[in-house]
């Protein structure tokens, strides 16, 4: 009995168990179908999203075309409405010119009274605004206007050059044939240098008679121009151009002016550097304009020393510049065409010396340089260069130099230049002032 009372209680207790464990895997299977539950739950809220968003993009690309096609739709009406309001506008002109059309003359006369009386009244405001404006200018100080237009009155302009350049090239200035013939009234009778100065005096008088060129060679055209302030140095170079060309077609200039490089002539006396023009401003209110046709012989035979010249004893001061200058007389005789005038600068460099000796080839022969000791030397010169016996065209006599005139300028301690410039008998210089008009006021010299 009580074994079978405790098989009983172990069966018991193995049913238990087996219930206890039924109950368990209840438990795990609830569980798992519970996770299940909650993964199939999170996938679905993820493709309801995903389907949110699918639908809002869809939404927003649905907006954009449709604001696109409203977008579309506006232009297409703007188009529209500027169409019609041109065929509006059309039509309304060809409505105002049938109107014109069919307007009876008095109507039109009307009109044109009308409009009269409007353009007369526009006229009057107009000549009152002009009245006070030129009421207001005279009362304000009066602006400084251009003096000397190049441009304004280029005909004048070209003429006055045109001139001026017939004139130089014909016509010696009275200065130089005074002192041609002095020296011509000095020389002995019958001798080679006395049949020169008579040639010479022949020349001048034959060109003047002519209006010929004095020389075959026309020379370097070299332009000296003092202006006011403003004035248009561009315009006016460009009217002096024209001039040369002119005087080179009608023949007061030679066909003088060649391409260093190819030897070309453009027969027209215009090209790099040629004509030389030299602007200076001053504080006068006047155009003066002064030309020299510098031979190229004389031009050869110019010289530049630099102080101190061992070889010719020539320190730094005015014996040595004596020295100098009476070296480039002796070694210019048979060439250059004498008798001559020299152009001496003391100074400056290598470029503003030679500049300024051509300079001073526009001073008057019988004027007195105002620094005394070079009035002096200037006499010196020309004094003793004619006892040298070179003479006209180095003929020998009296008469080497027809003068000589010596400028200064600053130069560098290092420095002491004295530059020559050599002018032939053929001393072509002239100059005119102009008028406000560009035509010739009166002449230099
Ligand atoms: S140097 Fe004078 S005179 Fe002699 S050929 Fe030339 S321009 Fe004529």
Redesign the pocket.
């Known amino acids: 009995m009580a074994k079978k009372k405790a098989t009983k209680k172990v069966a018991k207790k193995a049913t238990k168990k087996a219930t206890n464990k039924k109950a368990t895997k209840k438990k795990a299977a609830k569980k798992k179908t519970a996770k299940k539950k909650t993964a199939k739950k999170k996938t679905a809220k993820k493709a309801t999203k995903k389907k949110v968003a699918k639908k809002a993009t869809k939404k927003k690309v649905t907006k954009k075309a449709t604001k696109k096609k409203v977008a579309k739709k506006a232009t297409k009406k703007k188009v529209a409405k500027k169409k019609t309001a041109k065929k509006a506008t059309k039509k309304k002109t060809a409505k105002k010119k049938t109107a014109k059309k069919n307007i009876t003359p008095q109507k039109t006369k009307n009109r044109v009274v009308k409009r009269k009386a409007t353009t007369k009244k526009v006229a009057k405001k107009s000549t009152k605004k002009s009245t006070k404006k030129t009421a207001k200018k005279a009362t304000k100080k009066t602006t400084p206007q251009l003096s000397f237009d190049p441009k304004a009155h280029s005909a004048n302009l070209f003429d006055s050059l045109l001139e001026l350049i017939r004139m130089t090239s014909a016509e010696l200035p009275n200065d130089v044939q005074k002192v041609i013939l002095e020296a011509l009234e000095r020389e002995e009778k019958n001798t080679s240098a006395e049949y020169a100065m008579n040639i010479i005096k022949a020349n001048i008088e034959l060109a003047m008679k002519k209006s010929q060129p004095l020389?075959?060679?026309t020379?370097t055209i070299l332009f000296f121009v003092e202006h006011p302030a403003g004035f248009r140095q561009g315009d006016f170079t460009k009217v002096v151009h024209k001039a040369v060309i002119k005087a080179t077609e009608i023949g007061y200039l030679r066909q003088n002016s060649v391409d260093s490089l190819t030897g070309e002539n453009k027969c027209m006396n215009v090209g790099p550097g040629h004509p030389d023009i030299h602007f200076h401003e001053h504080d006068k209110d006047t155009v003066e304009i002064r030309l020299v046709l510098k031979?190229?012989?004389?031009e050869n035979v110019g010289a530049q020393y630099a102080l101190p010249h061992t070889e010719l004893g020539a320190g730094r001061d005015l014996d040595g510049v004596r020295k100098v200058i009476l070296d480039a007389v002796q070694k210019a005789q048979g060439k250059?065409?004498g008798p001559g005038v020299l152009g001496v600068t003391i100074g400056g460099d290598r470029g503003s010396g030679y500049v300024h000796s051509k300079e001073q080839l526009l001073r008057r022969l019988d004027d007195e340089n105002t620094i005394e000791d070079l009035a002096t030397l200037e006499k010196d010169i020309v004094s003793t260069a004619n006892e040298l016996g070179i003479g006209p065209m180095g003929f020998g006599g009296k008469t080497t130099l027809l003068g000589c005139k010596i400028g200064v300028l600053n130069r560098l301690p290092a420095s002491y230049f004295v530059s020559i410039s050599y002018m032939?008998?053929?001393y072509r210089r002239h100059g005119i002032v102009l008028k406000k008009d560009n035509s010739i006021s009166k002449t230099l010299y």
Do not use: T
């Open positions: 020389c075959q060679d020379g031979g190229g012989g004389c250059g065409c032939c008998w053929a």
